[in-house]
C-alpha cells in the first residue's frame, strides 16, 4: 500500500478552497480516504487521510501545498498517518442525530456522556451557532454508532435529556 498522510489546513474561508486543495491533491497522484472540511467563524479547516504514491514523501506535500494559491497564509499539517486507514465497527454510522435550541454551556459535555453510557461511537459532530428572530439557535448534529440492542434507549434519553433543557430533537436511522 501507498504511504500514508494526514493533511490538515486553516485558513480564511474562501470560494474554491475546497476545489483548490483537492484538485492539488488529484494533480499530485494522491486518493483521498476520510476527509473532513469545516467553516469555523471566517476560517476554514480541511483534514484528509491522503494516499501517497511511490516518490511522494510529506515533506514534499508539505511544501506543494504551502505554494498552492488558495492555502495563501494558511496553517499547513503534514504528518504520517499511523492508524489503519479502514474504520472499526465503531466507525461506521448507524444513526444521525440533530439536537437544537438556545445555547448551554456544557451541551455537547452532557449529550455525549449520554452516547457513552450506551456504549455509542461518535463518528462525526458538528456544532453551529445559527441566527434566527429570538437572536440565535445553536444546533448540534452528530453521527453516531449505537450497538443495535441499545439504540432504542439511548435515543430516548437523548431525547428526554434534549426536552428536560428546552431543547428539539431529531434522529434517523441511517
Same mark, same amino acid.
Given at each position: 500500500?501507498?504511504?500514508?498522510?494526514?493533511?490538515?489546513?486553516?485558513?480564511?474561508?474562501?470560494?474554491?478552497?475546497? &476545489? +483548490?486543495?483537492?484538485?492539488?491533491?488529484?494533480?499530485?497522484?494522491?486518493?483521498?480516504?476520510?476527509?473532513?472540511?469545516?467553516?469555523?467563524? &471566517?476560517?476554514?479547516?480541511? &483534514?484528509?487521510?491522503?494516499?501517497?504514491?511511490?516518490?511522494?514523501?510529506?515533506?514534499?506535500?508539505?511544501?506543494?501545498?504551502?505554494?498552492?494559491?488558495? #492555502?495563501?497564509?494558511?496553517?499547513?499539517?503534514?504528518?504520517?498517518?499511523?492508524?489503519?486507514?479502514?474504520?472499526?465497527?465503531? +466507525?461506521?454510522?448507524?444513526?444521525?442525530?440533530?439536537?437544537?435550541?438556545?445555547?448551554?454551556?456544557?451541551?455537547?459535555?452532557?449529550? =455525549?456522556?449520554?452516547?457513552?453510557?450506551?456504549?455509542?461511537?461518535?463518528?462525526?459532530?458538528?456544532?453551529?451557532?445559527?441566527?434566527?428572530?429570538?437572536?440565535?439557535?445553536?444546533?448540534?448534529?452528530?453521527?453516531?454508532?449505537?450497538?443495535?440492542?441499545?439504540?432504542?434507549?439511548? #435515543?430516548?434519553?437523548?431525547?428526554?435529556?434534549?426536552?428536560?433543557?428546552?431543547?428539539? =430533537?431529531?434522529?434517523?436511522?441511517?
Amino acid at each position: 500500500m501507498a504511504g500514508l498522510a494526514l493533511v490538515s489546513t486553516f485558513c480564511p474561508d474562501r470560494v474554491g478552497l475546497v &476545489s +483548490g486543495i483537492t484538485g492539488h491533491l488529484f494533480d499530485q497522484g494522491i486518493n483521498l480516504r476520510d476527509v473532513t472540511f469545516a467553516v469555523m467563524g &471566517s476560517g476554514a479547516e480541511f &483534514s484528509a487521510v491522503c494516499e501517497l504514491p511511490g516518490g511522494v514523501s510529506v515533506e514534499d506535500l508539505h511544501a506543494s501545498l504551502a505554494a498552492t494559491p488558495e #492555502l495563501a497564509g494558511a496553517q499547513i499539517k503534514v504528518t504520517p498517518f499511523d492508524f489503519d486507514p479502514n474504520p472499526g465497527p465503531l +466507525g461506521l454510522i448507524t444513526h444521525r442525530v440533530a439536537v437544537s435550541g438556545g445555547d448551554q454551556p456544557g451541551l455537547i459535555a452532557r449529550l =455525549s456522556e449520554v452516547f457513552g453510557q450506551f456504549g455509542a461511537n461518535i463518528v462525526r459532530l458538528d456544532a453551529q451557532t445559527l441566527p434566527d428572530r429570538e437572536g440565535g439557535r445553536y444546533t448540534i448534529r452528530f453521527a453516531v454508532s449505537i450497538p443495535a440492542e441499545r439504540a432504542a434507549a439511548c #435515543l430516548a434519553t437523548v431525547a428526554n435529556t434534549a426536552e428536560s433543557l428546552g431543547l428539539t =430533537s431529531q434522529a434517523e436511522a441511517v
